[in-house]
């Protein structure tokens, strides 16, 4: 058996960058047919390709401007003309943005199925951008929840956004955020045991852990 210890390091650190760390240069045109080939090779049950991606880069982060603008007046009709200019602009907020469309192809698998799989072409696509040197970090932000923004955009009522991938150039690096106990949300099944399903910790607002809580139950 074979140990690729990169990719171990490279799954046990990586990390989202904040957007306001994502700085130019953008991906290359080879790297982004990189990221995406990785966005594509996820499992996907009965091979049905339940996703597609849309890759705003250079002006069109600009372009999409007047749809953010328009969509924001529906999500907030109070919003003043200073926060509509504001809101227009969040694709400006790193080089490149790809957009993840969960889209239901068939009755089967599972719709739940299909979606599972475009969360993991979401994480795919970070881990390619990462492991090229680019800092990456997924995020939905109101604009994947709004109907105006989603028609203007050319999806339909069998699509989901499942994200948009910021990705740049990290400007400083990064820091470790807490990561969850394994001892409380993984359980070695026995007959009757109790399973560890993080509740006590986790189904309050706020908890305590440590940077890396990553030990196993006894
Ligand atoms: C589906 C999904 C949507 C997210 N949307 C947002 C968002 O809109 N705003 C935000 O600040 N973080 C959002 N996040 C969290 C960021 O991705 C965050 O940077 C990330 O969870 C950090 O985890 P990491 O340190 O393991 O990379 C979202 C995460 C997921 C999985």
């Not at 400006?92 to 889209?103: D, F, H, T, W, Y």
């Not at 492991?131 to 990456?136: C, H, I, K, N």
Request: aromatic letters at 10%; one cysteine or more; charged letters at 25%.
């Amino acid at each position: 058996m074979t140990i690729n210890q990169d990719t171990l390091d490279h799954l046990l650190n990586r990390r989202s960058v904040s957007i306001k760390n994502l700085q130019e240069p953008a991906p290359s045109v080879d790297d982004i047919k990189t990221i995406l080939k990785a966005g594509a090779r996820v499992p996907d049950h009965n091979k049905r390709v339940p996703w597609y991606f849309i890759t705003f880069e250079g002006q069109a982060r600009q372009d999409i401007a007047p749809l953010l603008r328009e969509a924001y007046k529906t999500h907030d009709p109070s919003a003043t003309d200073a926060k509509l200019d504001l809101e227009s602009q969040r694709f400006m907020n790193a080089p490149l943005v790809i957009g993840v469309v969960s889209r239901i192809r068939q009755k089967k698998p599972q719709a739940w199925e299909q979606i599972l799989s475009a969360g993991a072409a979401c994480m795919n696509i970070c881990h390619a951008a990462h492991a090229l040197g680019y800092g990456a970090n997924w995020l939905s932000q109101w604009y994947s929840y709004n109907d105006h923004f989603k028609k203007g955009l050319g999806l339909d009522e069998r699509d989901n956004i499942a994200g948009f991938i910021y990705i740049g150039t990290p400007t400083c690096p990064n820091e470790e955020r807490e990561r969850p106990y394994l001892s409380k949300i993984v359980t070695s099944w026995s007959p009757d045991v109790k399973l560890n399903k993080g509740d006590e910790m986790y189904d309050k607002p706020k908890y305590d852990a440590p940077e890396a809580g990553f030990e196993l139950p006894q």
